[in-house]
């Protein structure tokens, strides 16, 4: 079974930049598509980015894309999120999540993920 944990979050000031961590446990990375979301206070859970273990391809939301980077180091068993630019509106909730399916056709959804960290703060404030 795959266990994952987030890392990073912060309080950070607008503009500037963060990188979140996601390390896994339990069975190889590369079997899974891995993605991040994020949940703001009162708001839906978000889908951000998500990587094909098929073909490593990544796909972005609109609203980061430009912005927000994520790579994953199978062998490190870990994925990163690295974001710039930082708005307000990014404030949120941070999760990484892993599915053994097809999961990251845009956009991904929440459901089609079993495995899921416990979220890390970000909080995007002058």
């Known amino acids: 079974q795959l266990q994952l944990v987030e890392s990073g979050g912060a309080l950070v000031q607008p503009g500037k930049s963060l990188t979140l961590s996601c390390a896994a446990s339990g069975l190889p990375l590369e079997l899974f598509d891995i993605a991040w979301f994020r949940q703001a206070p009162g708001k839906e859970r978000e889908w951000v980015s998500c990587?094909?273990?098929?073909?490593?391809?990544?796909n972005y939301a609109a609203a980061v894309k430009g912005r927000f980077t994520m790579f994953t180091n199978n062998t490190k068993k870990a994925s990163y999120l690295q974001m710039d630019s930082l708005e307000p509106e990014d404030t949120a909730v941070y999760y990484c999540a892993a599915s053994r399916w097809d999961a990251c056709t845009p956009p991904a959804k929440a459901s089609v993920f079993g495995a899921w960290g416990q979220g890390t703060q970000v909080t995007v404030s002058s």
């Open positions: 990587r094909d273990h098929y073909d490593g391809g990544i």
